[in-house]
């Protein structure tokens, strides 16, 4: 902070800080915060006062319908009928003084029970109301098959983030080490590319390879392994394996710029001078190489992990319903199918936190610190 103020003076100091705080505020702590403390409120919807809930929506609904047939009368198709779909059971002709005293009654009952459940709800939410709010039954609550599930995310995630550092440190190292600059520029080219496209048709044109007309089964087809007249074809959608090419192609990226980053800074002549010495070329990597790129392999493995623990399109899309659902397609179902926001958050925040605890992991497995990863 010193420095800034010497370099800016306090005015754009103070101006850029404020920004800072207020980005990181608005978009990050407060959205943070109250993802917490929604997932610290658990929302029992089998308890006494949801049933009261979805009783007095019945409740109400039916006392309006008998109200509108009381002043009305029963609804009535064009044939004279009483519409089936109502709740009237007389044609409109017999509808009489005798059906209004009935209707009546039906209301007044209707109205006795909605009032007794309003009373009920009432000493309910007072009696709640002096209870301590926060639990962590929404975080006990993800046993058994949505524990798998995490796990089995979580673990993915870690295979990815293994193929995707075996794939781009070579590629990272011929760029950075031993590629001149016209071979760079061709090999950048190459990579950069299919990336001008969105990520989506990106994803989905990974299903015209995988489908089941696509091009692996026509490969096979032409080899002889497969036919489409018989529908003797391999359903590739079926196979986890197709979700990991997909995750590893579309965040590659995320791993071989920082790796190429750190390596492009070092010294070509600590690795000629290791090689005078006579060092073999994995022991140069281990010994030269490797540690000064560890900074660079520590950010990449880092990204990579979190977006693929996090990816939502594409397992969603890649696997058509034909495998298990990811924890980030569970964690959609409690936002937006069951409506379940309070779940949902605990299942966000779960995910959070296993994603810190692989950065301070990968932190203590290299031995970097923030400061360098930050660079």
């Known amino acids: 902070m010193k ?15 404020a920004c800072v705080a207020l980005w990181l505020t608005i978009l990050i702590v407060t959205p943070q915060f109250f993802m917490i403390e929604l997932s610290l409120r658990f929302e029992d919807r089998g308890d006494r006062l949801t049933k009261i809930v979805n009783d007095l929506d019945v409740l109400y609904r039916d006392k309006g319908t008998k109200e509108y047939d009381l002043v ?4 009535c198709n064009t044939t004279g009928m009483v519409n089936p779909m109502m709740t009237g059971d007389s044609s409109c002709a017999q509808f009489g003084e005798e059906d209004k005293l009935r209707l009546e009654q039906q209301v007044r009952e209707l109205e006795d029970r909605i009032q007794s459940l309003l009373v009920e709800e009432q000493n309910l939410k007072e009696i709640k109301a002096q209870q301590f709010p926060y639990s962590v039954r929404n975080y006990t609550a993800m046993t058994g098959l949505h524990a798998w599930t995490l796990t089995k995310t979580v673990a993915f995630a870690l295979i ?34 299919p990336y001008a496209v969105n990520e989506l048709m990106r994803i989905y044109a ?3 390879v995988f489908d089941l007309h696509g091009l692996l089964n026509t490969l096979l087809v032409i080899a002889g392994f497969a036919s489409f ?39 070509p002549n600590q690795v000629e001078a290791a090689r005078d010495l006579g060092a073999k070329t994995w022991r140069i990597h281990w010994r030269v190489i490797i540690p000064h790129t560890k900074p660079g392999i520590a950010v990449g493995c880092i990204m990579t992990f979190m977006l693929a623990a996090g990816s939502f399109s594409v ?47 990968v932190m203590a497995i290299f031995g970097v610190k923030l400061r360098q990863l930050a660079r």
């Open 229 to 267: 007249a018989s529908d003797e074809v391999i359903i590739w959608y079926r196979f986890p394996g197709t979700v990991l090419v997909v995750l590893v192609y579309t965040y590659i990226l995320f791993m071989v710029f920082p790796i190429y980053n750190t390596m492009a800074t070092l010294d």
């Open 160 to 193: 990815v983030t293994l193929i995707a550092l075996a794939a781009c440190y070579p590629v990272a190292y011929a760029v950075a080490l031993r590629s001149g600059p016209v071979k760079t520029v061709i090999l950048f080219t190459a990579l950069f590319v």
């Open 315 to 361: 397992p969603y899309i890649i696997t058509r319903g034909l495998q298990p659902k990811w924890f980030t397609q569970l964690i959609y179902d409690k936002f937006y199918e069951s409506s379940n926001w309070n779940l949902g958050s605990a299942y966000s925040f779960t995910l959070l936190l296993i994603c810190i605890l692989f950065i301070f992991g």
């Open 3 to 17: 420095q800034l103020f010497e370099i800016y003076g306090w005015p754009l100091t103070t101006f850029f800080s």
């Open 72 to 75: 009305n009368g029963p609804a």
């Open 206 to 208: 990974w299903l015209t």
